[in-house]
């Protein structure tokens, strides 16, 4: 059998961890100072409470483009920060570069994430449409902000997902995938789960094909506990009826898919699914980025060291790729 260690590492970085308690949360990072860009709090009223976030804007321009930055893989904040993983501040550094080029952005903690921890009691309370809702109305806040003629959102491996359903259900002007799936989050689980051990596989298979079918699964085995434990069942049944090349498909604006080829979590094979769906999209694939959008090694260990190093810039050619579908849109 594979090592736990790396099971246990990738499935979290998956996104099988929908929440985590207050005392697991890392200390967020002071933002670093750049003295091109402006940031601000921003906030999402929602029946529960407040989703919190912030808006990063040009310092001497005004933007009249907007991003809506989609944080994926379970408990990971605004910045791309995860208290499994490490701090990162990936997703902080795309927000800073955009607005170094006249870009302005949101970003925010999902629900049960971060400042927005509160807006979940429970995490049985939670499912996939939630985060999806969530995204409609920052859409909207965006749009009924009268500086902003464009509003794009750009979603990271699970917010990939989040985003392209939220595009399915909004006016926005363009939608971008990074790193994101190629396949509904079931049949990427069983591929992994698939690659680290057999045993470890035939005893989830029975689980997964339960929860897609809608099914409850009461008491599951103890050493499967900490993914298809029953209060997770409901966010899993949920996120497990969504296929990102189905939405993909539907989609009726510009799109561009970024991938970086030495991604461990997300492949190129998933990139090239999405550009099969939407063949119209366009696919930028980044020779040496990794998951979490920095220059990689190709060796694991050093890939893994990435994602915890939150002074390393990310990929240039990512913000390059962005800039270049805002000015086409």
């Not at 296929?243 to 190129?268: F, H, K, N, S, W």
Request: aromatic share 4%; charged share 30%; with cysteine.
């Amino acid at each position: 059998m594979k090592n736990w260690a790396v099971l246990i590492l990738l499935l979290a970085l998956l996104g099988l961890m929908v929440g985590c308690s207050s005392e697991d949360q890392e200390e967020k990072e002071p933002v670093q100072e750049n003295p091109n860009v402006v940031e601000e709090d921003v906030h999402l009223s929602v029946r529960e409470g407040e989703i919190k976030g912030t808006i990063t804007l040009p310092k001497e321009e005004n933007a009249d483009q907007i991003a809506i930055i989609i944080a994926g893989s379970g408990p990971t904040d605004r910045d791309g920060n995860n208290p499994g993983a490490g701090i990162n501040n990936g997703l902080k550094m795309m927000a800073h570069g955009l607005a170094e080029e006249n870009i302005a952005s949101i970003r925010y903690d999902k629900r049960g994430i971060g400042e927005s921890q509160g807006l979940v009691q429970s995490e049985k309370d939670l499912v996939f449409e939630d985060y999806v809702k969530d995204v409609v109305r920052w859409v909207e806040k965006a749009k009924e902000d009268g500086r902003f003629e464009q509003v794009v959102l750009i979603g990271h491996s699970e917010g990939a997902l989040i985003g392209a359903a939220a595009a399915a259900q909004s006016e926005v002007d363009g939608y971008v995938s990074v790193s994101g799936a190629g396949s509904s989050a079931s049949d990427l689980l069983e591929r992994q789960l698939k690659e680290q051990s057999d045993e470890i596989y035939k005893r989830s298979k029975p689980i997964i094909d339960q929860l897609k079918a809608g099914n409850l699964v009461e008491d599951p085995p103890e050493e499967l506990a900490s993914l298809f434990r029953e209060s997770v069942q409901p966010y899993l049944i949920s996120w497990f009826q969504y296929d990102p090349t189905e939405i993909v498909a539907q989609l009726d604006m510009p799109v561009l898919i970024l991938q970086g080829e030495r991604d461990i979590q997300v492949g190129v094979e998933d990139a090239k699914r999405l550009k099969e769906a939407k063949p119209d999209a366009e696919l930028v694939l980044i020779e040496d980025m990794n998951h979490v959008l920095k220059h990689s090694p190709e060796e694991r260990s050093e890939n893994l060291k990435t994602y915890n190093d939150p002074d390393l810039p990310i990929h240039e050619e990512l913000l390059e790729a962005l800039i270049r579908f805002f000015d086409k849109i």
